[in-house]
């Protein structure tokens, strides 16, 4: 199958370490908003002017070097303060293994703990991305104790297509949560695979939280999921305040501003940096008529 192709491309290292060498290709540029914090600064610009806000992303995960892991801290670090002096409407995603979680878990929490508090301190959220199933309970251990310890600038992601959706989604109910329905290739005995299945899970879990949650962000470039949930919010009465739409940088940019000219609460995701290559592929398995992005860019040449 097509998605099993570009899942195993974008997690062949050998490919990420090359592509990370020759700067953003194969039509990358259209989905991945630079390699550098000024382009990113610039992008997040135009997007707040249209009354978008954005989480950024610095591309990477799965390191398995310290150096590798403290070098995207630092680069997080600088990001955080990037916005905190562009004064943009901005906050941080990120994914735990990019900071240490496969190396050492107390080497991962303190850096991540390091990301809390700076972006504490000039008030700016943090969104802790899940992975592959293999990382979803490490990842949520790290939330809890950095919960413990007071911090209540992050936040995380529950993937609808994990059969354990509905009891995540019932633990965070007080932080800020993202739903999406889920990127990697999981097992049938742990995650629905059909989409009819995916997509009704999403939806009972968005539901509960929009009714039950402190803060829902509703991830999907799924038109029929946003007209439901537009109509459900509706019906129930849940403020504006307590919820916003979320979709990838580049995709359904018609629909993105559409949304905001509504007046919904809108947020692009923007991921950036060199490691666009495992970020890219996965985006080509979930919709191989992004294919078209990679035809356009090579023949344009
Ligand atoms: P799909 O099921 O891919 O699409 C449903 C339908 O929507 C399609 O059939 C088509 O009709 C329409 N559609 C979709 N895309 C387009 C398009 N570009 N143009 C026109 N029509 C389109 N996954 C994780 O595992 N962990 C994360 O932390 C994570 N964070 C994310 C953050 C954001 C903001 C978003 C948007 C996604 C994130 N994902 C994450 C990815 C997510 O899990 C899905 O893999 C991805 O969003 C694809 O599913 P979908 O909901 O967009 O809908």
Redesign the pocket.
Known sequence: MLRDFFIALSQNQFLNQAARKYGLKLGAQSVVAGTNIPEVMKSIKELNAHGISC?VDLLGEFVSKKEEATEAKENILAVIEAIHENKVDAHI?L?PTQLGLDIDYQFALENLREILQKASGYNIFV?F????SAHVQPAYDILDDLLREGFDNVGT?V?A?FHRAEEYIQKYKDLRI?I?????KEPAEIAYQD?KD??AN?LKIAEWHLLNGKFT?I???????INHLKRFVEKHNIPKEKYEF???YG??KDMQLQLAKEGYNF???VPFGQDWYGYFM?RLA??P??LNLVVKQVFNK
């Open positions: 989480t995603s994914k969104n991305d899940i992975e592959d992601v993937q297509y993202r999406v329905k889920g990127a990697y989409k995916i997509d999403y962000s991830a999907t470039h799924d038109h029929h999921i979320q979709m990838l995709f359904r947020c692009t995701y996965r979930e919709r008529q992004n």
